[in-house]
């Protein structure tokens, strides 16, 4: 088992940024991939960022691209998501994943274990 938990959420004006973590406990996980996802109210969840087990390759939304960017420290246990020029179409819960497979992938069931979420609110 593979337990994540996530942190960094809050609450910032448009333009601003937040810097999101996702610890790893449990079993190791660093051969995992690792994605980020969000879910609005009203909306489906959807894969904001992903990234490999070592972390040489990722993919990202289109919504998000060139604003937002995925990493990872292996050695921690740690996977970032560093958000910068926030709108308010960025507020959601923003969520951990973790991949046994190890490829960079957006499909939601591909992922084995999920965080609880953090809470991003972008205000106008």
């Known amino acids: 088992q593979v337990q994540l938990v996530e942190s960094g959420g809050g609450l910032v004006q448009a333009g601003g940024s937040l810097r999101l973590s996702c610890a790893a406990y449990g079993r190791t996980s660093s051969n995992y991939a690792k994605g980020w996802f969000r879910q609005a109210p009203g909306k489906e969840r959807e894969c904001v960022a992903a990234i490999n087990w070592s972390g040489v390759s990722t993919v990202y939304a289109d919504s998000v691209k060139g604003r937002f960017t995925i990493s990872r420290d292996n050695t921690k246990n740690m996977v970032y998501l560093q958000m910068n020029s926030l709108k308010p179409e960025d507020s959601a819960v923003y969520y951990c994943?973790?991949?046994?497979?190890?490829?960079?992938?957006?499909?939601?069931?591909?992922?084995?274990?999920w965080g609880r979420g953090t809470q991003v609110t972008v205000s106008s």
């Open positions: 994943a973790a991949d046994a497979l190890g490829v960079e992938t957006t499909i939601q069931s591909d992922y084995d274990f």
